[in-house]
């Protein structure tokens, strides 16, 4: 199953390296563009749990 990282920037300014199993992160975000903290955690929540049951689907179990 294809993974990837990404950077992301918190309002703050500090910068952190994620991870998801899936390439399904790109559905839900483009490079460079600014979301408001509570639309990227719910783009967040939305495609690592979408990521999540694609590894269930695959592997018989979920991400932990």
Do not use: N
């Amino acid at each position: 199953m294809p993974e990837m990282r990404f950077h992301i920037r918190w309002p703050d300014g500090t910068k952190e390296a994620c991870y998801s199993p899936s390439l399904v992160i790109k559905d839900h975000f483009a490079p460079g563009e600014t979301y408001t903290l509570a639309d990227f955690l719910a783009k967040s929540r939305d495609a690592l749990t979408t990521a999540s049951e694609r590894v269930r689907a695959k592997y018989g179990r979920p991400c932990s």
